[in-house]
């Protein structure tokens, strides 16, 4: 991924480099409930995190496994395409933006005349592509997209917030109904091997997380997935406590990473004791 930029004068540029291949989320060591979203028949994923966080590189990798192990029409909008999907058991249109579509809105509604069952848009960045996407997903469709926010509950309320006050009633409604789940991730230096390992928070919408996007308490979410393990949920306190376990991070280090410290620090003291106890 190249970006060409004038400095003092003179031309300079930023390179990040991208794999040739696709890794698998097990390669990614991406939690393994993120398979089923791939397994749904309808609705919206997103995938949030700060640039750089590996968004892309996690949705190229669904959509492999989508395209490895499923027969289904996938179109991809992409601003720019960075992984080229090969047809394997699916068949893949990938465009994009300004170069084979005007906008992602535009190429959303274009796209439901082909007969997509997969749909990935490239980013929500505006309310045109919301609003399309959402229709996608209410209309039989499997979307996945992205978001600049640092949390699941955040991309929530960073989607309805695009609209005004008349229509984010209308909006927490279609979210309710149509939203899947979303994965927050961030990248943490691993010291045992001089790699990154992405920090994981996940969000599963079920009835619960539904009644809390429409009736406009986005904030109680929190609560929702700290019970909801069995049903693939992860907080971020939860994820870091693995990470500490396994020597990525030192607890000192985590504390300040944490929303909750408190549950972190109750998630910690599990661990150990599961520890201490499986060592008698």
């Given at each position: 991924?190249?970006?060409i930029?004038?400095?003092r004068g003179?031309?300079?540029?930023?390179?990040?480099?991208?794999?040739?291949?696709?890794?698998?989320?097990?390669?990614l060591?991406?939690?393994?409930?993120?398979?089923?979203f791939?397994?749904?028949?309808?609705?919206?994923?997103?995938?949030t995190?700060?640039?750089?966080?590996?968004?892309?590189?996690?949705?190229?990798?669904?959509i492999?496994?989508?395209?490895?192990?499923q027969?289904?029409?996938?179109?991809?909008?992409?601003?720019?395409?960075?992984?080229?999907h090969?047809n394997?058991?699916?068949?893949?249109?990938q465009?994009?933006l300004?170069?084979?579509?005007p906008?992602?809105?535009?190429?959303?509604?274009?796209?439901?005349?082909?007969?997509?069952?997969?749909?990935?848009?490239?980013?929500m960045?505006d309310?045109?592509?919301?609003?399309?996407?959402?229709?996608?997903?209410?209309?039989?469709?499997?979307?996945?997209?992205?978001?600049?926010?640092g949390?699941?509950v955040?991309?929530?309320d960073?989607?309805?917030?695009?609209f005004?006050a008349e229509?984010?009633l209308?909006l927490?409604?279609?979210?309710?109904?149509?939203?899947?789940g979303?994965?927050?991730q961030?990248?943490?230096?691993?010291?045992?091997?001089?790699?990154r390992?992405?920090?994981?928070?996940?969000?599963f919408?079920?009835?619960?997380?539904?009644?809390?996007?429409?009736?406009?308490?986005?904030a109680?979410?929190?609560?929702?997935m700290?019970?909801?393990?069995?049903?693939?949920?992860?907080?971020?306190?939860?994820a870091?406590?693995?990470?500490?376990?396994?020597?990525?991070l030192?607890?000192?280090?985590?504390?300040?990473m944490a929303?909750?410290?408190?549950?972190?620090?109750?998630?910690?003291?599990?661990l150990?004791?599961?520890?201490?106890?499986?060592?008698?």
């Open positions: 991924r190249v970006n930029y004038r400095d003179n031309v300079s540029f930023a390179i990040r480099l991208l794999d040739n291949e696709f890794q698998t989320l097990e390669q060591n991406l939690p393994e409930q993120l398979r089923n791939i397994a749904m028949p309808d609705g919206l994923v997103l995938i995190g700060p640039t750089g966080s590996g968004k892309t590189t996690t949705l190229a990798s669904l492999n496994q989508i395209n490895h192990d027969t289904k029409h996938i179109i991809t909008i992409e601003d720019p395409i960075e992984y080229v090969r394997q058991q699916s068949l893949v249109h465009r994009e300004y170069t084979d579509v906008t992602f809105g535009d190429a959303v509604r274009s796209s439901l005349r082909e007969d997509p069952d997969v749909i990935l848009v490239g980013e960045r309310a045109e592509t919301i609003r399309a996407a959402v229709t996608a997903a209410e209309t039989g469709h499997l979307v996945f997209s992205t978001l600049h926010t949390d699941c955040g991309a929530i960073r989607m309805i917030g695009v005004d229509e984010q209308a927490r409604q279609q979210l309710s109904m149509v939203l899947r979303v994965v927050a961030h990248l943490i230096k691993d010291p045992r091997t001089g790699g390992v992405p920090l994981s928070e996940i969000l919408v079920n009835p619960a997380v539904a009644n809390l996007i429409r009736t406009s308490k986005s109680q979410i929190y609560s929702i700290e019970l909801g393990s069995l049903e693939g949920m992860q907080t971020a306190e939860y870091l406590a693995d990470l500490v376990a396994n020597g990525v030192t607890e000192s280090q985590a504390m300040p929303r909750d410290q408190r549950a972190l620090k109750t998630r910690l003291d599990r150990r004791g599961f520890e201490v106890f499986g060592n008698q």
